[in-house]
């Protein structure tokens, strides 16, 4: 019965008529399931076809705004259609659906070119959110626990990241371009609550503009349950990049600073400014 | 039966199910509620906001674990990594009791996220009580099954729905929590007496019951959870009551979901059946001997 629930559906939504070996689906059907007056085993197995890809495709379509902007509905479905072929749910939760999206996107380039690069950013981005939603965090590294540390070891401290903290470095600004598809939603819905013939409902088949190309750091986070992200200088990323490695706060520095910028006269400033804010954050934990 | 060893004892009254657009809700004017109901697999996360929801509202509300993706039936058993995640969560929300579904949904590992129909027969029967037998053993907690609803049946089958369920639960010792709804939309979808279905069932063991809206569609019902519940689920819900006793009901409404104060108010109407019940004066429901399949 799995074999026959989880087929995918025709172009208009309905159980396949032929069955993987050319016999019609209805003989398939009438071996498993009874029919009875008003149904027949065909159209009874159908109502579980039919529920199981709704259910995952909607569950997709909620959980990537972003892709779908790019795409368009038509080409998002078959997407997620063939991604949930390769890669069906391996978890109890639908949440967890669209983990491996972005490698899908990656080895079946198809499906979203000419704007792989974009959507493969946008996968990893949306997923991100669902992880910085659900990871657990430790408790904060605070300027006291800095105390602990006798000044002379400070440089070979080793500090530790909230387990929920994702950095992500990315092809396109997709946090920019998430936020103008939600904002576009948010109008569209507010538009359909209204009968005012403004310019709002002119706008309704205009498509969020896509992004250009433009290499770009964030850290997507969580502050008082809520989800953010955050734009980062390159120079931060890979300090904190460095010291999610296991570095030390040396260590890091080192990494993340480029040799030739240190000279620069308001670079510890700049440094001291990221960790104060980081702290205020909570990006940073106890080990 | 408002206390009982499936439901740990307990007697818990009418709750509603916790959901994510009653939150600010609940957790701004702390209403009144006798319990809430979460779907396990939406906490089983190491942190994070769901977390942190929940100990907000276990501070202030008891909570009943509701799982959606045990598949008690799975001829694979139960999934260990599940079970231990599931266990982490009973310890922090001191669930006193927990149910799932009679029902499979994943294969080797794949997962369906659907409540699929069982096979009613004495083999399916015996794996499932086993499969039970093991989630209680390792949970520590009285585990109680639900019917779920249906719209297809197997040849294969050997018995009617309430027999399987009656030989699981005896075969396994656990409670059962009744849903009326799907009792209904699966009568309707397969055409027999959901009285009969009812009235069949060993009432002693009914921990707890559900109660929901469900969608007509020209074929068939489907229990969509997302109406208020219709006149013959509360008939249906009368006649379980005053033959299991006054027992934890809980309205489940997850589609298209009104104010919580609509919600709550559709669950309170509950309490019209069980003044009539605890009215009539019924002795509780004892262990009746019943002649078991081979």
Known sequence: ?287 | MPANKFNGYTDYGIGIGLRIPHYDHILGRKPTVDWFEIISENFMVDGGRPLEVLDRILAQYRVVQHGVAMYFGAADGPNKEHLRRLKALTKRTKTPWLSDHLCWGSVDGTYSHDLLPMPYTVAAAKQTAANIRRVRDYLEIPIAVENVSSYTEFHVSEMTEWEFLTEVVERADCGILLDVNNIYVSAQNHGFNPYDYIDHIPHHRVAQMHIAGHTKFEKYILDTHDHPVLDPVWKLYAHATKLCGVTATLLEWDDKIPSFDEVHDEALKANEYIAQARAAQIPAPREAVRPRAR
């Open chain 1, 1 to 287: 019965m799995w074999r026959v629930v989880s087929r995918p559906l025709t172009d208009d939504s309905r159980m396949q008529r032929r069955w993987t070996d050319g016999r019609p689906t209805s003989a398939v059907a009438a071996q498993i399931a009874k029919p009875n007056d008003r149904l027949t085993s065909f159209e009874r197995l159908e109502i579980y076809n039919r529920m199981y890809w709704f259910r995952v495709l909607d569950s997709l379509y909620d959980d990537c705004p972003g892709l779908r902007a790019v795409l368009g509905d038509k080409k998002f479905i078959r997407l997620a259609e063939a991604y949930l072929v390769k890669y069906p749910s391996a978890s109890f939760t639908l949440r967890n659906l669209p983990g491996r999206l972005a490698k899908f996107i990656r080895q079946e380039p198809r499906y979203t070119k000419p704007h792989t690069a974009l959507c493969h950013d946008l996968a990893r981005f949306e997923w991100a959110r669902v992880e910085v939603f659900d990871t657990a965090s430790n408790p904060v590294f605070t300027a006291n626990d800095l105390l602990d540390v006798p000044a002379a070891r400070q440089g070979k401290l080793k500090l530790a990241l909230q387990p929920y903290l994702q950095l992500l470095r990315l092809e396109y600004p997709v946090d920019d371009f998430i936020l103008a598809v939600k904002q576009r939603e948010a109008e569209l819905l507010r538009g359909d609550a209204s009968n005012a013939p403004t310019e709002l409902r002119r706008r309704k088949d205009r498509k969020t503009r896509l992004p250009s190309r433009g290499r770009t750091h964030v850290a997507v986070h969580r502050l008082d349950g809520k989800i953010y992200f955050k734009r980062l200088e390159p120079e931060a990323f890979r300090i904190l990049t460095a010291l999610r490695a296991g570095k030390t706060l040396e260590q890091a520095l080192v990494t993340g600073i480029p040799r030739a910028k240190k000279s620069h006269a308001d670079w510890a400033a700049r440094v001291q400014g990221w960790f104060r804010n980081w702290m205020e954050l909570g990006w940073l934990c106890r080990r």
